[in-house]
């Protein structure tokens, strides 16, 4: 018999109550930031999907934002070195001014016509550069992560390898693989012999974190290369309505990974 979501928060909180003095201390917190996550976030507008676009300074996400929603709605390092704050860009706004409050993001634009068919009710976020030298940039990116429910990490030719972007980021997430997407971006800076090399590359990486066989889409901003790709890819996210439920799940079952036997 499959478990339920449900049952497993239920079984969490079983956990968290019935092991007050007998688990440590982080394990403690964790299962209550989770317990409290989840209930916040199934109150505020489950038919939203939010989809959160990360990547380190130079990887050209806010242009790729820009290029998704087919309009200049995302700052771009020609006015700005890098994003300080979430950015919102919704369609069907109606129940999700209380989800982005939740969030903490201020900044947000309406728009008409979604980037997909399917995709009427996706809040999609520009996040700040997680490798900012602004540490306030960095932690908004880290709380963001916990809290979106689908995950969309943006790199490029040059520092697709980078350790901070594994090793702190995607493999820390590495139980999220049905709710994430890597982007290899800024292709046409490569030749076009060299695009599924270095995709091969990032593949091992990425199985190296905990992520084998998470879908990959390379892109180019400034040519179009795979935009159209990427937004059906986030369509299909928005579609089955499941991203929600699928990232509380992942939660729980890193989660679980830590809990010490009865």
Do not use: C
Request: a negative charge.
């Amino acid at each position: 018999m499959k478990v339920t979501l449900d049952q497993r928060l239920a079984a969490l909180r079983t956990v968290r109550e019935t092991g007050e003095g007998r688990i440590p201390d982080a394990l403690a917190r964790d299962l209550d930031a989770v317990l409290t996550h989840s209930g916040e976030r199934r109150q505020r507008s489950p038919e939203h999907t939010v989809v959160g676009i990360f990547g380190a300074t130079g990887s050209g996400k806010s242009s790729l934002v820009n290029a998704l929603v087919g309009a200049d709605v995302a700052r771009t390092h020609v006015r700005r070195p890098t994003t300080s704050e979430a950015h919102a860009v919704v369609w069907d706004p109606d129940g999700a001014v209380d989800l982005l409050d939740w969030l903490q993001v201020r900044e947000r634009t309406v728009r008409d016509g979604p980037i997909d068919p399917r995709a009427a009710k996706l809040v999609l976020l520009d996040l700040p550069d997680f490798d900012s030298v602004e540490r306030a940039n960095r932690e908004i990116a880290e709380r963001l992560a916990a809290q979106v429910d689908a995950l969309v990490w943006v790199v490029d030719p040059q520092k697709y390898a980078d350790a901070v972007l594994h090793t702190d980021f995607i493999a820390t997430h590495s139980r999220h693989g049905a709710v994430t997407i890597v982007v290899l971006n800024q292709v046409d800076l490569l030749p076009a012999a060299d695009v599924a090399r270095v995709v091969d590359s990032l593949r091992g990486l990425l199985a190296a974190d905990g992520l084998p066989g998470v879908r990959i889409v390379a892109t180019s901003a400034t040519s179009g290369v795979g935009v159209d790709v990427l937004r059906e890819a986030i369509g299909a996210l928005a579609d089955a309505k499941l991203a929600q439920a699928a990232r509380l799940a992942a939660d729980v079952s890193a989660l679980a990974d830590g809990i010490p036997p009865a």
